[in-house]
């Protein structure tokens, strides 16, 4: 009989959630990630913003609140301390029209009971002057916002990881999990195709937009049963454009971002900087009918709502000025129509289920790993 356990942890995906629970556990337990691309972060850790969000949107007491917060402390002091890429530009969230106003209050107040620090009411004239040739009855300037640079976050997690002994196998597929003696035997296809078992204590799903998948295995119902929280996702795609003319992405100072759509399901279409001074519009949102695969091609037949979108921000936008950009996905907990759910951090005998991570799941991945130790029983 094969040994009770190989390893402490299998962590399943090397997105920024995965690597940074990697980096959080292995200097505690003996630790494997298993990824079945052929590096970090292929699906939604790269294929977003890279947005350090300040947790504003967010009911309180949700772990999006909670985790996006403290996360953001983490990640800039993380980035600091291992020469991480980042840019502090801070948020302007924008109310165009006069009547918008008492809903810009509403999500201050909100914000601040929440516990967001350095937020700042400004009136038409502070915001030009922030953000010179924006017309615009009020905002919100959020000072903590900012952006990153994802990938280099992302190797110095693994890095991180690494030189506590973490195993690292990409191109390892899991293709089965179940509960053996205690643990779990978890079943993996190596590059060669050749199939293999490793048993583990634990199992921590990072999986990303397959994670339902990957619990599904252990013969949980995705769909929720007395044994376990519903985890299904629905996928959403959100595409961007870049803004090539410089002479409109020099104007761009700050993040902008327009008041989020009254039931919370999105945050519209905003305008984001990167680490290299990049602009960027977007995204849009579309879901996808089930099992549809996966296309991270750009979209350039978005481009006349793109326009029409952009022009808000910059009304001489013209069509040669974007360029297709980016596109990525979102899991999502809720189906179409309905209100929008918080993180699902489940955990049950040994497995740690993470489901509809979407953002501010970058902001917040150094907290989440943090949460994950405390439901292991490893930290207090």
Same mark, same amino acid.
């Given at each position: 009989?094969?040994?009770?356990?190989?390893?402490?942890?299998?962590?399943?995906?090397?997105?920024?959630?995965? /690597?940074?629970?990697?980096?959080?556990?292995?200097?505690?337990?003996?630790?494997?990630?298993?990824?079945?691309?052929?590096?970090?972060?292929?699906?939604?850790?790269?294929?977003?913003?890279?947005?350090?969000?300040?947790?504003?949107?967010?009911?309180?007491?949700?772990?999006?609140?909670?985790?996006?917060?403290?996360?953001?402390?983490?990640?800039?002091?993380?980035?600091?301390?291992?020469?991480?890429?980042?840019?502090?530009?801070?948020?302007?969230?924008?109310?165009?029209?006069?009547?918008?106003?008492?809903?810009?209050?509403?999500?201050?107040?909100?914000?601040?009971?929440?516990?967001?620090?350095?937020?700042?009411?400004?009136?038409?004239?502070?915001?030009?002057?922030?953000?010179?040739?924006?017309?615009?009855?009020?905002?919100?300037?959020?000072?903590?916002?900012?952006?990153?640079?994802?990938?280099?976050?992302?190797?110095?997690?693994?890095?991180?990881?690494?030189?506590?002994?973490?195993?690292?196998?990409?191109?390892?597929?899991?293709?089965?999990?179940?509960?053996?003696?205690?643990?779990?035997?978890?079943?993996?296809?190596?590059?060669?195709?050749?199939?293999?078992?490793?048993?583990?204590?634990?199992?921590?799903?990072?999986?990303?937009?397959?994670?339902?998948?990957?619990?599904?295995?252990?013969?949980?119902?995705?769909?929720?049963?007395?044994?376990?929280?519903?985890?299904?996702?629905?996928?959403?795609?959100?595409?961007?454009?870049?803004?090539?003319?410089?002479?409109?992405?020099?104007?761009?100072?700050?993040?902008?971002?327009?008041?989020?759509?009254?039931?919370?399901?999105?945050?519209? /279409?905003?305008?984001?900087?990167?680490?290299?001074?990049?602009?960027?519009?977007?995204?849009?949102?579309?879901?996808?009918?089930?099992?549809?695969? /996966?296309?991270?091609?750009?979209?350039?037949?978005?481009?006349?709502?793109?326009?029409?979108?952009?022009?808000?921000?910059?009304?001489?936008?013209?069509?040669?000025?974007?360029?297709?950009?980016?596109?990525?996905?979102?899991?999502?907990?809720?189906?179409?129509?309905?209100?929008?759910?918080?993180?699902?951090?489940?955990?049950?005998?040994?497995?740690?289920?993470?489901?509809?991570?979407?953002?501010?799941?970058?902001?917040?991945?150094?907290?989440?790993?943090?949460?994950?130790?405390?439901?292991?029983?490893?930290?207090?």
């Amino acid at each position: 009989m094969r040994p009770t356990a190989d390893l402490d942890v299998a962590i399943v995906g090397a997105g920024v959630v995965g /690597l940074a629970v990697a980096a959080q556990l292995a200097p505690r337990l003996s630790v494997a990630i298993l990824e079945r691309h052929h590096t970090y972060g292929m699906e939604n850790s790269s294929h977003n913003s890279g947005v350090i969000h300040a947790g504003i949107y967010y009911p309180p007491g949700w772990l999006k609140t909670v985790l996006c917060i403290e996360g953001n402390r983490l990640l800039y002091q993380w980035a600091d301390e291992h020469r991480v890429p980042y840019r502090r530009l801070g948020k302007l969230i924008i109310a165009w029209q006069e009547e918008e106003l008492p809903a810009l209050h509403r999500l201050l107040e909100g914000a601040r009971a929440n516990g967001v620090p350095e937020l700042h009411l400004l009136s038409s004239a502070e915001v030009a002057r922030l953000q010179p040739g924006l017309r615009a009855a009020g905002a919100i300037f959020s000072a903590t916002s900012g952006v990153v640079d994802q990938m280099a976050f992302m190797r110095s997690l693994l890095e991180e990881a690494r030189a506590h002994g973490a195993l690292v196998a990409f191109r390892h597929e899991v293709i089965g999990l179940r509960r053996h003696a205690g643990g779990f035997l978890v079943r993996y296809r190596s590059p060669d195709g050749a199939e293999e078992e490793l048993g583990v204590r634990y199992v921590v799903n990072c999986a990303g937009l397959q994670a339902d998948r990957i619990g599904s295995m252990l013969g949980y119902d995705p769909d929720g049963s007395p044994h376990n929280p519903p985890f299904r996702h629905f996928i959403n795609r959100g595409a961007y454009f870049d803004v090539v003319r410089k002479e409109v992405a020099a104007r761009v100072r700050h993040l902008l971002y327009p008041l989020p759509h009254q039931d919370r399901t999105g945050l519209g /279409l905003h305008v984001t900087l990167d680490v290299d001074g990049n602009v960027h519009l977007g995204p849009d949102a579309q879901w996808l009918p089930k099992d549809a695969s /996966l296309d991270f091609r750009s979209c350039p037949e978005a481009l006349p709502q793109f326009l029409e979108g952009g022009r808000q921000f910059f009304p001489d936008l013209q069509a040669e000025d974007l360029a297709p950009g980016q596109v990525g996905y979102r899991p999502k907990l809720h189906p179409p129509g309905q209100g929008p759910r918080d993180f699902l951090i489940w955990h049950h005998q040994g497995y740690v289920h993470l489901g509809g991570i979407e953002s501010p799941g970058l902001t917040a991945s150094l907290a989440i790993a943090q949460h994950v130790a405390q439901l292991l029983g490893l930290v207090r």
